[in-house]
């Protein structure tokens, strides 16, 4: 059994406080979030994809590359792609193609980190 969390990256305001984060430091906290749940032992996490406004994962290929730089063992995935924004044949590649780029990604940076703490 894996156990795991999954966000939408809303950027809605807070019903107790009203503040509403800014993109920038939404997208930080999100990064955050995805870093925590790789430390204390999590398996998988995933991110939606919305195109609307109060969505920030309209490109979750993008914030899990940026997810995949701060964490090791964690599984990172896309858990909502829009067919219709996809065009379906060419959705189910880019499922295939997101898989293989972060397993690339991961691996190129493990490799960048080591050469230069040499």
Same mark, same amino acid.
């Given at each position: ?23 920038? #430091? ?5 990064? #955050? ?38 964490? #090791?063992?964690?599984?990172?995935? @896309?858990?909502?792609?829009?067919? @219709? ?34």
């Amino acid at each position: 059994m894996q156990i795991g969390i999954d966000s939408f990256a809303a950027a809605i305001s807070d019903p107790a406080t009203g503040l509403t984060l800014s993109p920038v #430091e939404r997208m930080h906290r999100l990064l #955050e979030e995805i870093e925590l749940a790789h430390k204390v032992g999590l398996d998988v996490f995933g991110i939606g994809e919305h195109h609307r406004a109060e969505f920030l994962d309209s490109g979750p290929v993008v914030i899990l590359s940026a997810a995949a730089t701060r964490t #090791e063992n964690i599984r990172l995935t @896309s858990e909502v792609t829009v067919l @219709s924004a996809s065009e379906g044949a060419r959705g189910s590649f880019a499922q295939v193609a997101q898989n293989y780029y972060f397993r690339w990604f991961r691996h190129t940076c493990e490799k960048s980190s080591s050469v230069w703490a040499s």
